[in-house]
Each structure stands twice: as structure tokens, then as C-alpha cells.
């Protein structure tokens, strides 16, 4: 059991980290396309900042998915 919840915990902290860069790298292509396209910068700030509201809920469900034994 404890193998399996430790197993679970690594998977969760993954895929926080993968939205984390999600959100980097829309952050970064919006500064990079700044100066070309405003329109694009403010879907790539609806896009980043979407991917920062989801990223807390994402691990959350996570968690408690493995507390559950879901």
C-alpha cells in the first residue's frame, strides 16, 4: 500500500510540473511575440492564466483521487 501511494505521489508531482512548464512556456511565447501581435499575447495570457487556475485544482484531484484509492 505504501509502495503504491508513494508511486501515486511521484506521478501527481510529474504532472504538476508538466502544467508548471505549460504555463512558462505560454508565458514565454507571449513576452517572445509582444512586439509582432497583441491579440495573440492576450490568448496566450487567457491560455497561461488558465493553465495557473487549473494547476492547483489538477493536483488537488490528484490527491485526493489517491487517497481514495481511485
Not at 1 to 30: K, N, P, T, Y
Not at 63 to 68: I, K, L, N, Q, S
Request: without cysteine; hydrophobic residues 65%; glycine residues 8%.
Amino acid at each position: 500500500m505504501l509502495l503504491q501511494w508513494m508511486r501515486l505521489e511521484i506521478i501527481s508531482h510529474i504532472v504538476a510540473v508538466f502544467l508548471s512548464f505549460q504555463v512558462a512556456i505560454s508565458v514565454a511565447a507571449g513576452v517572445a511575440v509582444h512586439v509582432t501581435d497583441r491579440r495573440l499575447i492576450r490568448w496566450l495570457i487567457v491560455i497561461g492564466s488558465g493553465a495557473l487556475i487549473a494547476l492547483p485544482w489538477g493536483y488537488i484531484l490528484i490527491v485526493d483521487a489517491m487517497r481514495f484509492g481511485m
